[in-house]
Every structure is written in C-alpha cells, then in structure tokens.
C-alpha cells in the first residue's frame, strides 16, 4: 500500500513556467514513487457528466479504477483515478491530457 504522507499536492510545486513546473513535479515523483506503479491522481470538476467522461475517457489502461464523490452543495465531483504507470513521465502526459479540460483542478 502507498505511502500517503509522500503524497505529492501539484499546487505545491512551484515553477516559472510549463516546463519549469513539470520538471520539477518530475523530480518530486521519482524522489517519492517507485516506478512502475499505481499512481492515485486526484480531480475536482463541476458536477457535469460531459467533463466527467471526458477525464474518465483519457485514463484506458485495464487497470484502471475510479471512485467519485459529491461535494456537500452538489456543485463539485471529486474524481479519483487510480491507475498503472510505467514511468514519471506518464503520470505527467495523464495530467497534460487532463489539463486541456476546461475547469478541471488538478490535486
């Protein structure tokens, strides 16, 4: 099982720009993860199925699992992905991928 106290918050990672930021998220993960691995990505959306299948729809490996939580108000849907990743790199392409939606926080 995970270590969640390593558990890496993208809003903690500084950088000047997209690519300062993702070398430096890469650096904490291979600091903090084993590779290959299931990686636990974090999402808050507005509660609207077309972005929520849209995140869901980026993550295909077989393994794959989601669990969704609504926020107190029913505004917001929180989306836990859990999937199997073979590289730092990976982890980052799943959160540029899911960068593109609109309105998606990324934890």
Same mark, same amino acid.
């Given at each position: 099982? %995970?270590? @969640?106290?390593?558990?890496?918050?993208?809003?903690? =990672? /500084?950088?000047?720009?997209?690519?300062? *930021? +993702?070398? &430096? @998220? %890469?650096?904490?993960?291979?600091?903090?993860?084993? *590779?290959?691995?299931?990686?636990? !990505?974090? !999402?808050? $959306?507005?509660?609207?199925?077309?972005?929520?299948?849209? $995140? %869901? &729809? =980026? @993550?295909?490996? #077989? &393994?794959?699992?989601? /669990?969704?939580?609504?926020? /107190?108000?029913?505004? +917001?849907? &929180? =989306?836990?992905?859990?999937? +199997?990743?073979?590289? #730092?790199?990976? $982890? =980052?392409? +799943?959160?540029?991928? $899911? #960068?593109?939606?609109?309105?998606?926080?990324?934890?």
């Amino acid at each position: 099982m %995970k270590d @969640f106290n390593n558990q890496i918050r993208l809003n903690d =990672i /500084s950088g000047d720009g997209d690519a300062d *930021f +993702y070398k &430096s @998220f %890469k650096e904490k993960l291979l600091s903090v993860e084993r *590779f290959p691995t299931h990686y636990t !990505f974090k !999402f808050i $959306v507005k509660t609207d199925t077309e972005k929520v299948n849209r $995140v %869901k &729809s =980026i @993550f295909t490996h #077989a &393994s794959t699992k989601f /669990s969704e939580k609504n926020s /107190s108000g029913g505004k +917001y849907l &929180s =989306i836990t992905v859990e999937s +199997y990743v073979q590289t #730092a790199d990976e $982890v =980052i392409d +799943y959160y540029k991928k $899911v #960068a593109e939606i609109p309105e998606v926080m990324m934890l």
